[in-house]
Nanobody, 115 residues
Framework: QVRLVESGGGLVQAGGSLILSCAVYGSISSIGLMGWYRQAPGKQRELVAH???????NYADSVKGRFTISRDNAKNTADLQMNNVKPEDTAVYYC?????????WGQGTQVTVSS
């Protein structure tokens, strides 16, 4: 079975940086679109960034210029470099992957930004 597992979350001060990583476990031929989403308490899950296999990226306006998404197609990994984090970035961050038949979600990793 295929599992997406996030790591790298934690507590970080405003203005700091951290890297979230998403690793895909299990057998899968390929993953199309990959992305990072986040959800704060009481709010809808929102797109943070996504990236195609070809490397085309899209970012939420709120993170443009601060976050960078990257991927390794061979390894089926996706990272999110978070720079100059803000308290409003506090959320559970989820990795997303579009498989041949199913969409996959990780269980999430908590990012807490202190002011």
């Amino acid at each position: 079975q295929v599992r997406l597992v996030e790591s790298g979350g934690g507590l970080v001060q405003a203005g700091g940086s951290l890297i979230l990583s998403c690793a895909v476990y299990g057998s899968i031929s390929s993953i199309g679109l990959m992305g990072w989403y986040r959800q704060a308490p009481g709010k809808q899950r929102e797109l943070v960034a996504h990236i195609t296999r070809g490397g085309t990226t899209n970012y939420a306006d709120s993170v443009k210029g601060r976050f960078t998404i990257s991927r390794d197609n061979a390894k089926n990994t996706a990272d999110l470099q978070m720079n100059n984090v803000k308290p409003e970035d506090t959320a559970v961050y989820y990795c997303y992957g579009d498989g041949p038949r199913y969409n996959y979600w990780g269980q999430g990793t908590q990012v807490t930004v202190s002011s």
